[in-house]
């Protein structure tokens, strides 16, 4: 008879069931003892304050924001939100001129190529947090309002940010958005069916005007339909500072503008790695049946990178991420700075901490499942 021992899949099972115990009893000792301690100092404990009212200003909002009523739980919210908008926009803009830079490395003409290596070497070799700090110097030392730099009237430059023209927001331009979202949806459906048809029967047909005419067609027609509206908001000059159109603050400027050039730095080595891992005779290949060097990187190189580029290109987004949080030395306040004033005006360290932790997390597994999925989506698949 044998021993329960000698399976390894029981033996295995048990291990597990004992390492798991292990970690939740010391994870309950923790938590107890800690709250044990808390109690006996009398500090405050638990998510209650949430509901308080903050008191707290904040600058820059995405939601209606006033601090004589508004809670703590909505001003965290809208640092959530401000550390959203600073990640989403610094991840495609790093992305788009940190592919370029890649690709102009690798360019014949000699001053590009010099020149975008040199911006490698510079931006990787400073720090991130000397980089935010040399932005918001730049943005702050501009000049006042009244001396603004300016390009006509649509873009003012000055120490209180960038104003620039805007469109006056019309019912006529959300539904036109709606139509060309759904022509997009539509697009990639009949991009699917033709790949179908090219598999079964050796010829696809055209997606191009079909995605034009979805995608742009649609969507013109439906804002012409709807008035044709065309009402731009230009910002103008009233007192002090600039009125209408959009804004850009320093704080918010400069951890943009930090972030995106040190991260564009990282991914332009992977973008260059990327493209030399694939095979020279794959490029010598494409050229001899005609296609121009454009082409041969467009529709051979960079699909074959892909799959090498992306699972780093991932951690340089989570880095992104996270290098956000250094925006409480520059004054913007995303959620790291939301927390910290307010675990100070609570003394609920703990829990604001917590949130921290949370909310990065949060994003950062987003991030990572959806970069893993494309990854798998881009994956060759054997036969």
Do not use: C
Request: hydrophobic letters at 55%; proline letters at 5%; glycine letters at 8%.
């Amino acid at each position: 008879m044998h021993s329960p021992w000698s399976d390894p899949r029981i033996r295995s099972l048990l291990w597990q069931v004992v390492i798991v115990g292990i970690v939740v009893a010391l994870a309950w000792y923790l938590v107890s003892n800690t709250m044990r301690n808390l109690e006996a100092r009398h500090v405050a404990t638990g998510f209650a304050f949430l509901d308080r009212t903050a008191g707290i200003p904040i600058g820059e909002s995405m939601l209606p924001y006033n601090p004589a009523v508004s809670t703590y739980g909505r001003a965290l919210l809208i640092g959530v939100l401000n550390t959203l908008r600073v990640a989403i926009v610094g991840i495609v803009l790093a992305t788009i001129l940190g592919t370029m830079i890649g690709i102009a490395r690798l360019s014949h003409n000699w001053l590009l190529s010099r020149l975008a290596a040199a911006y490698v070497e510079v931006m990787r070799d400073l720090p991130v947090l000397l980089q935010l700090l040399f932005w918001y110097l730049v943005l702050q030392n501009l000049p006042g309002p009244r001396q603004a730099l300016h390009i006509g009237d649509l873009v003012y430059l000055s120490n209180r940010g960038i104003r620039f023209v805007l469109l006056d927001w019309q019912p006529a331009y959300t539904w036109a958005t709606v139509a060309g979202l759904a022509g997009l949806v539509l697009t990639l459906v009949w991009n699917r069916i033709a790949h179908r048809r090219q598999d079964a029967t050796g010829s696809k047909p055209p997606v191009w005007p079909a995605a034009l005419l979805l995608m742009v067609g649609v969507p013109l027609a439906v804002w012409a339909a709807l008035g044709a509206p065309f009402v731009p908001d230009y910002p103008s000059l009233q007192g002090f500072n600039f009125e209408g159109g959009g804004s850009v603050s320093p704080e918010y400027g400069a951890l943009l503008a930090g972030l995106v050039f040190y991260t564009a730095a990282n991914i332009a080595e992977i973008v260059r790695a990327g493209i030399l891992a694939v095979p020279f005779g794959q490029s010598e290949a494409a050229q001899a049946l005609g296609l121009h060097r454009g082409l041969v990187l467009r529709l051979v190189t960079l699909p074959q990178a892909l799959r090498l580029i992306i699972p780093p290109l991932t951690s340089d987004f989570l880095n992104l991420t996270k290098n956000s949080s250094l925006a409480v030395a520059i004054g913007f306040q995303d959620i790291v700075s939301i927390a910290n004033t307010t675990l100070n005006q609570t003394g609920q360290a703990i829990e604001g901490i917590a949130l921290i932790m949370g909310v990065y997390l949060t994003i950062s597994l987003t991030i990572s499942a959806f970069m893993n999925w494309y990854n798998a989506h881009i994956a060759l698949v054997g036969r």
